[in-house]
């Protein structure tokens, strides 16, 4: 088993979906960890890529230290790439990093155009709001602007997305 290609191992991952196992590996395989990071980064690599991120989004829940080193990566390829499951997952991943204060207004930026955005997925707007509230804590004053394009946002959406918003309703009267 040890001789599988992450490529083999992410087609293998997606057949059994066990996520503690492949948590455990990647998290004891450096070199490994390393390549499942490359690929997760790289669009072209299609399936692989999604299954990737994936995978990475269930990693981050257990160990943020390998993300917060690309972090700036995870941050370009939301900035470029349009494949809804990737995004969601690596904006899974950022919801558990701290945002660095050099990259805050790329961050804010782009979720807000996430959720702007009528076209996205309501889990990737979801996650948005969620990177966005503890950025809003250092900057209440956006907290108006924010509240209004999440408001404005929200016709038609599931039940999730109305969710998503009253929580972001308390996080504003818990900081205010």
Known sequence: MDKLSIEERLDEFYQERNF?????????????????????????????????TWVCA??????????????????????TETHQSSLRNWMKVMTFLPT???????????CISFIQNPENKVALQMYSILLLMPILKKYPELIPEIKAIIDLNSEGKSA????????????????R
């Open 20 to 52: 503690s196992f492949y948590t455990n590996f990647f998290l004891s395989h450096p070199k490994e960890l390393e390549e499942l990071l490359s690929i997760s980064l790289q669009a072209d690599k299609g399936k692989h890529c999604v299954l990737g």
């Open 58 to 79: 269930h990693l981050a829940e257990a160990d943020k230290k390998p993300f917060q080193k690309i972090q700036k990566d995870i941050l370009h390829f939301l900035q």
């Open 160 to 175: 999730a997305y109305h969710a998503i918003s009253r929580k972001f309703e308390k996080f504003i009267k818990k900081i």
């Open 100 to 110: 660095p204060e050099e990259i805050e207004g790329e961050v804010i930026d782009l």
